[in-house]
């Protein structure tokens, strides 16, 4: 069974349809690149997998237990529960500027009540020598350059132990030469058998890490299938469009 | 002019500059707490709650501070039937009038703080579990003060230059005692030392306030 099942969902803003009847699973392990132009919905969806964005119709189920079910969504107890089983890295990090890296770490762990303080440091300081910031632990997110944030920020989503971690588009707000240590992280993440959506314009990071690519353009999957098929012989007019605009940068 | 006659006006002049820090203090002490609730209540999904804080706002920022300080002193006694039951000590009242108005500033400078905060915190705060008292609490509100914090001081000088409108309600502050000795002595030296007097109040205020933003930055 799949970890996360999504079925035909819609979403307009205005008269102006994002979402026109998505559908795609994650299985277990799986690493899903989502690559499309800007615009595409790309982050529309992926932001309405842990119910930052309200659908208008469709469903989202997390092992069985669904988000929301031909659009209408859970009680907010249980929807909390279910999207409790994601984490999100978002483009521009959104660590807590008034806390200290390991306090962006634990604040919502300590708030929650999971685990003891004990077994909290223990996990935030595994967490953070994981991403290579152990030495960060007690400094503000102003000190870090982007690459450091952003890898804080992945170590702060994986606190809560997700079944699946979504990134949208993680590298897209960093300068080219600190792309790299993010993606590393994210590939070792990725060897350990993390399910992972990644919302990237990074093309080979997503022929060398994803197993499964999925292409967006106006609100709808174009074309899905292997990385290295799709993204070096793509079979839909729209698809190679946008390849070879995106290459020939 | 004799060392004698400058302590002879320099001590009743303390002493104004002694309801005038008073008056300061408990202004701000109370108003502060005062404008965050208010901004909270604007803020609050209870529509017809947020439709009178905002009135209130309206009005307290709306009005000059001294007709509110006249309202409160010479006015509320002259309402028909409970009048009579309105009449507070004028130093009293004239901290009532001040809370009052400086809450509503306060209240828009802590909404400017709110509006600041970038909406990926909020977000970041929910995909992380925790709710929406959680999220104002340990994410928000923090933010908040920091941001407002420069606003908050600038409104604090002026607040301190403010009390000075005590002397149109007549309480005995700084400015009224430097007033009686020119009025008596005929010499411009009270007004002077009543100058010196302000700048040093606001010189501390501007400093505790610089080394506050110092402790409390993040950016």
Same mark, same amino acid.
């Given at each position: 069974?799949?970890?996360?099942?999504?079925?035909?969902?819609?979403?307009?803003?205005?008269?102006?349809?994002?979402?026109?009847?998505?559908?795609?699973?994650?299985?277990?392990?799986?690493?899903?690149?989502?690559?499309?132009?800007?615009?595409?919905?790309?982050?529309?969806?992926?932001?309405?997998?842990?119910?930052?964005?309200?659908?208008?119709?469709?469903?989202?189920?997390?092992?069985?237990?669904?988000?929301?079910?031909?659009?209408?969504?859970?009680?907010?107890?249980?929807?909390?529960?279910?999207?409790?089983?994601?984490?999100?890295?978002?483009?521009?990090?959104?660590?807590?500027?008034?806390?200290?890296?390991?306090?962006?770490?634990?604040?919502?762990?300590?708030?929650?009540?999971?685990?003891?303080?004990?077994?909290?440091?223990?996990?935030?300081?595994?967490?953070?020598?994981?991403?290579?910031?152990?030495?960060?632990?007690?400094?503000?997110?102003?000190?870090?350059?982007?690459?450091?944030?952003?890898? =804080? %920020?992945?170590?702060?989503?994986? /606190?809560? #132990?997700? !079944?699946?971690?979504?990134?949208?588009? @993680?590298?897209?707000? $960093?300068?080219?030469?600190?792309?790299?240590?993010?993606?590393?992280?994210?590939?070792?993440?990725?060897?350990?058998?993390?399910?992972?959506?990644?919302?990237?314009?990074?093309?080979?990071?997503?022929?060398? =890490? %994803?197993?499964?690519?999925?292409? /967006?353009? #106006?609100? !709808?999957?174009?074309?899905?299938?292997? @990385?290295?098929?799709? $993204?070096?012989?793509?079979?839909?007019?729209?698809?190679?469009?946008?390849?070879?605009?995106?290459?020939?940068? | 002019?004799?060392?004698?006659?400058?302590?002879?006006?320099?001590?009743?002049?303390?002493?104004?500059?002694?309801?005038?820090?008073?008056?300061?203090?408990?202004?701000?002490?109370?108003?502060?707490?005062?404008?965050?609730?208010?901004?909270?209540?604007?803020?609050?999904?209870?529509?017809?709650?947020?439709?009178?804080?905002?009135?209130?706002?309206?009005?307290?920022?709306?009005?000059?501070?001294?007709?509110?300080?006249?309202?409160?002193?010479?006015?509320?006694?002259?309402?028909?039937?409970?009048?009579?039951?309105?009449?507070?000590?004028?130093?009293?009242?004239?901290?009532?009038?001040?809370?009052?108005?400086?809450?509503?500033?306060?209240?828009?400078?802590?909404?400017?703080?709110?509006?600041?905060?970038?909406?990926?915190?909020?977000?970041?705060?929910?995909?992380?579990?925790?709710?929406?008292?959680?999220?104002?609490?340990?994410?928000?509100?923090?933010?908040?003060?920091?941001?407002?914090?420069?606003?908050?001081?600038?409104?604090?000088?002026?607040?301190?230059?403010?009390?000075?409108?005590?002397?149109?309600?007549?309480?005995?502050?700084?400015?009224?005692?430097?007033?009686?000795?020119?009025?008596?002595?005929?010499?411009?030296?009270?007004?002077?030392?009543?100058?010196?007097?302000?700048?040093?109040?606001?010189?501390?205020?501007?400093?505790?306030?610089?080394?506050?933003?110092?402790?409390?930055?993040?950016?």
């Amino acid at each position: 069974m799949p970890i996360l099942k999504v079925e035909n969902i819609k979403k307009s803003f205005g008269p102006l349809e994002v979402l026109k009847q998505i559908s795609f699973e994650v299985n277990k392990n799986d690493v899903i690149a989502v690559i499309g132009p800007s615009g595409s919905g790309k982050s529309t969806m992926l932001r309405s997998l842990v119910h930052l964005e309200e659908l208008d119709g469709g469903s989202i189920s997390v092992n069985g237990n669904y988000i929301v079910k031909d659009g209408i969504y859970s009680k907010p107890q249980q929807l909390k529960e279910i999207t409790s089983e994601m984490g999100m890295v978002f483009q521009h990090f959104n660590l807590f500027p008034h806390l200290t890296v390991v306090e962006n770490l634990e604040l919502a762990p300590k708030l929650l009540k999971k685990g003891s303080a004990e077994q909290t440091r223990e996990l935030s300081m595994e967490l953070l020598s994981k991403v290579g910031l152990s030495d960060k632990a007690d400094v503000l997110p102003s000190k870090l350059s982007g690459g450091q944030k952003q890898r =804080v %920020a992945i170590a702060r989503a994986l /606190m809560r #132990k997700p !079944e699946v971690l979504l990134f949208d588009e @993680p590298t897209s707000a $960093l300068d080219p030469e600190l792309t790299g240590e993010v993606l590393r992280v994210m590939k070792d993440l990725a060897q350990e058998d993390m399910t992972m959506v990644v919302v990237t314009h990074e093309m080979e990071f997503a022929k060398e =890490v %994803a197993n499964k690519a999925i292409f /967006m353009d #106006k609100g !709808e999957i174009v074309e899905s299938g292997s @990385p290295v098929d799709l $993204l070096s012989n793509p079979q839909m007019e729209r698809t190679k469009a946008f390849l070879y605009r995106t290459l020939s940068k | 002019m004799s060392i004698d006659y400058f302590i002879s006006i320099l001590i009743p002049m303390l002493e104004g500059a002694r309801a005038t820090v008073l008056l300061f203090l408990i202004a701000i002490i109370v108003s502060i707490p005062l404008g965050f609730l208010l901004t909270l209540i604007v803020r609050s999904s209870i529509k017809p709650l947020a439709y009178l804080a905002n009135t209130y706002i309206y009005l307290m920022r709306g009005t000059p501070l001294l007709l509110q300080l006249l309202f409160i002193v010479f006015g509320l006694p002259l309402i028909p039937v409970i009048g009579e039951y309105l009449v507070l000590d004028r130093f009293t009242a004239a901290c009532l009038g001040f809370i009052l108005n400086y809450a509503a500033y306060f209240a828009e400078i802590f909404r400017g703080g709110l509006l600041a905060i970038d909406k990926g915190q909020f977000e970041a705060a929910k995909v992380l579990g925790l709710n929406r008292w959680q999220t104002m609490r340990k994410v928000v509100f923090p933010q908040m003060f920091r941001i407002a914090l420069p606003a908050v001081a600038n409104e604090s000088v002026t607040l301190v230059k403010d009390t000075a409108l005590l002397y149109a309600v007549a309480v005995p502050e700084l400015l009224h005692f430097a007033q009686t000795a020119v009025n008596r002595d005929f010499t411009i030296t009270p007004f002077l030392l009543a100058g010196v007097i302000y700048l040093i109040i606001t010189l501390c205020l501007t400093l505790f306030f610089k080394w506050l933003e110092r402790r409390l930055r993040f950016d």
